[in-house]
């Protein structure tokens, strides 16, 4: 290993596997809506990364609409919550 910064993860069945070649930015908790809906809890843990950096290694996930602004990623045999991402592109100055 050439020491560069690395993750992976995957869903509960292992249908769906992940890596990500870099660092996680961002780390929070979001309370809103969409996320307690999504993660079946009050709050969802998230940490952003580069789509560049991001590459499915098994399978693929699913995708759902959960607002205008996000579609987020999921196992389809499982349910287990993936990854998020905007479904319309960020604005820019």
Same mark, same amino acid.
């Given at each position: 290993?050439?020491?560069?910064?690395?993750?992976?993860?995957?869903?509960?069945?292992?249908?769906?596997?992940?890596?990500? /070649?870099?660092?996680?930015?961002?780390?929070?908790? &979001?309370?809103?809506?969409? &996320?307690?809906?999504?993660?079946?809890?009050?709050?969802? /843990?998230? /940490?952003?990364?580069?789509?560049? +950096?991001?590459?499915?290694?098994?399978?693929?996930?699913?995708?759902?609409?959960?607002?205008?602004?996000?579609?987020?990623?999921?196992?389809?045999?499982?349910? +287990?919550?993936?990854?998020?991402?905007?479904?319309?592109?960020?604005?820019?100055?």
């Amino acid at each position: 290993m050439n020491g560069a910064e690395s993750h992976s993860g995957g869903c509960q069945c292992g249908a769906v596997r992940y890596r990500i /070649a870099g660092k996680l930015g961002y780390p929070h908790l &979001c309370h809103c809506r969409m &996320c307690q809906k999504a993660g079946g809890n009050f709050f969802m /843990a998230l /940490a952003g990364t580069r789509e560049e +950096t991001f590459e499915i290694t098994r399978g693929a996930p699913r995708w759902f609409s959960s607002s205008d602004p996000c579609r987020r990623g999921f196992c389809e045999r499982c349910g +287990t919550p993936l990854s998020s991402r905007p479904s319309i592109p960020p604005m820019s100055a």
